[in-house]
């Protein structure tokens, strides 16, 4: 999941800046070619699983400084679980080295990283500065000016809970494996925020827009009253 997610949200971020800009790309997103941006999610996630799988694949060495931690903390025997590691090599006391399947492995991983990033920033950015020139029309009513002021911020936002929830905690883990810092049972906490990342990202537009937030409490409240107008002796 984490890898297509690393393709997934460049091609959002590039969808919202073609429908702002009306850029021919949007074109793209409107007939068969839209084949092509939804591979582009998949194939991220393949050269993601497949780096995780040739790179980080289990090793014995790596599996004795994890049993400890595995019996003591979580209680858990080799025969119950699969895992995937990077594991980095002491060959002295003194002198440590990388493994180099590990260092490749973090390499490439860091290298998705980067470019989703960079892409996301580039066209996150094209689109603040559309939606500040959209503000700045002399012609442009004030209703349309509030529609535009809360794209802008659901727009921060939704930057924002990608990088938090995605880019951050997983450049956090790549480096603490180089650096040889041990995070133990706090490394779970981030297939916690992948998991709750799907449910999260939709958040800032209901709440911010106004529009969507009053459709929201309007079902929120039919919801809730739907017990009692059952009961009602009016209802049919």
Same mark, same amino acid.
């Given at each position: 999941?984490?890898?297509?997610?690393?393709?997934?949200?460049?091609?959002?971020?590039?969808?919202?800046?073609?429908? /702002? =800009?009306?850029?021919? &790309? @949007? *074109?793209?997103?409107?007939?068969?070619?839209? +084949? #092509?941006?939804?591979? !582009?999610?998949?194939?991220?996630?393949?050269?993601?699983?497949?780096?995780?799988?040739?790179?980080?694949s289990p090793q014995d060495i790596a599996f004795q400084q994890l049993e400890p931690f595995l019996q003591n903390s979580l209680r858990i025997s080799?025969?119950?679980?699969?895992?995937?590691?990077?594991?980095?090599?002491?060959?002295?006391?003194?002198?440590?080295? /990388? =493994?180099?399947?590990? &260092? @490749? *492995?973090?390499?490439?991983?860091?290298?998705? +990283? #980067?470019?989703?990033? !960079?892409?996301?920033?580039?066209?996150?950015?094209?689109?603040?500065?559309?939606?500040?020139?959209?503000?700045?029309?002399?012609?442009?009513?004030?209703?349309?000016?509030?529609?535009?002021?809360?794209?802008?911020?659901?727009?921060?936002?939704?930057?924002?809970?990608?990088?938090?929830?995605?880019?951050?905690?997983?450049?956090?883990?790549?480096?603490?494996?180089?650096?040889?810092?041990?995070?133990?049972?706090?490394?779970?906490?981030?297939?916690?925020?992948?998991? !709750?990342?799907?449910?999260?990202?939709?958040?800032?537009?209901?709440?911010?827009?106004?529009?969507?937030?009053?459709?929201?409490?309007?079902?929120?409240?039919?919801?809730?009253?739907?017990?009692?107008?059952?009961?009602?002796?009016?209802?049919?």
């Open positions: 999941m984490f890898g297509v997610s690393l393709g997934l949200f460049p091609v959002l971020f590039i969808y919202r800046y073609s429908v /702002l =800009s009306k850029n021919k &790309l @949007l *074109a793209t997103f409107e007939s068969k070619t839209i +084949l #092509i941006w939804l591979s !582009i999610p998949l194939t991220s996630g393949l050269i993601f699983g497949t780096i995780a799988c040739i790179l980080t080799k025969e119950n679980f699969e895992y995937l590691c990077l594991y980095f090599k002491s060959i002295t006391m003194q002198d440590k080295i /990388l =493994s180099n399947k590990s &260092l @490749l *492995a973090v390499c490439l991983m860091h290298l998705l +990283l #980067i470019c989703s990033l !960079i892409l996301i920033s580039y066209f996150g950015l094209k689109c603040y500065k559309l939606i500040n020139e959209k503000l700045n029309q002399s012609n442009a009513s004030q209703e349309y000016r509030n529609i535009q002021t809360q794209f802008f911020y659901a727009l921060v936002v939704q930057t924002m809970i990608p990088l938090a929830l995605l880019h951050v905690p997983a450049v956090l883990v790549l480096l603490a494996g180089v650096f040889q810092i041990n995070l133990g049972l706090i490394s779970g906490c981030v297939p916690f925020a992948y998991a !709750i990342f799907p449910a999260v990202d939709p958040l800032p537009t209901i709440f911010i827009i106004k529009s969507y937030w009053s459709a929201t409490k309007l079902i929120l409240k039919s919801f809730l009253t739907f017990p009692r107008r059952l009961k009602s002796p009016t209802a049919v």
